[in-house]
């Protein structure tokens, strides 16, 4: 397909890597349950699921995949949705998923400093090493943003238990992510919203003066 306006060649399809500590699939190996991230639910949630089916579960081999409809530009693409996962035993699987990728999710749970710290530790390494050439535009997104009302936010901010919109700003900032986002996976507001983002991302990411210009100018976004 061309954009007759910049002549940029869109392709019928596209990738795009959620990473980030604790997926589902982690579920069946560690016991720590409330540091599930949230990020497989979301996926899930952006294909119009309100649940994480079982056979998604089961039958990817550490490489779960869904598929959506999402507009880019006026257009809609058929963007699919890797949920990687985190256990060392998928390493060699989870980079076979980033050759062509359009745009990189990193995940975090608000109520999770564990899985904050670990973008920047492990997840973005990782990127850099397989995704600098070309390189893949950013997105963050700070998951269970909900976590805040339930765990009483006051407290549990002070105690470092969760995750401010500001220090996720600065990591999006430290990390040159071109967008940082936090929803809650029971807001369908804010899920609509996350697939807006990703079609502007995933547009940056056909033309790379638009992508260098966002980096300078990024939109944070909190439901």
Not at 7 to 21: D, E, K, L, Q, T
Not at 56 to 61: E, M, R
Not at 197 to 214: H, K, Q, T, Y
Request: aromatic letters at 8%.
């Amino acid at each position: 397909m061309l954009n007759a306006m910049e002549g940029i060649h869109y392709p019928s399809r596209r990738n795009v890597a959620f990473i980030g500590n604790w997926s589902i699939g982690d579920f069946f190996t560690h016991s720590n349950v409330g540091s599930l991230l949230g990020k497989t639910t979301l996926i899930s949630v952006l294909c119009g699921d309100h649940f994480v089916p079982s056979s998604y579960i089961s039958g990817q081999k550490g490489r779960g995949i869904r598929t959506t409809d999402i507009e880019v530009q006026g257009r809609l693409v058929k963007v699919d949705l890797w949920d990687t996962q985190a256990q060392e035993d998928h390493d060699c699987l989870r980079i076979l998923v980033y050759p062509g990728c359009a745009t990189v999710v990193f995940c975090f749970a608000i109520d999770s400093p564990e899985s904050f710290a670990s973008i920047q530790e492990r997840w973005m390494p990782e990127i850099l090493h397989f995704c600098s050439r070309p390189k893949v535009p950013i997105i963050l997104v700070g998951c269970k943003k909900d976590s805040r009302q339930k765990n009483g936010e006051s407290q549990a901010m002070q105690q470092g238990k969760l995750i401010t919109s500001e220090r996720g700003r600065e990591l999006a900032t430290s990390i040159h992510a071109v967008e940082y986002f936090e929803c809650a996976q029971i807001d369908m507001e804010s899920i609509h919203e996350l697939k807006e983002v990703i079609g502007r991302v995933i547009a940056m990411s056909w033309d790379p003066a638009s992508l260098e210009l966002r980096k300078g100018g990024r939109k944070c976004i909190i439901f």
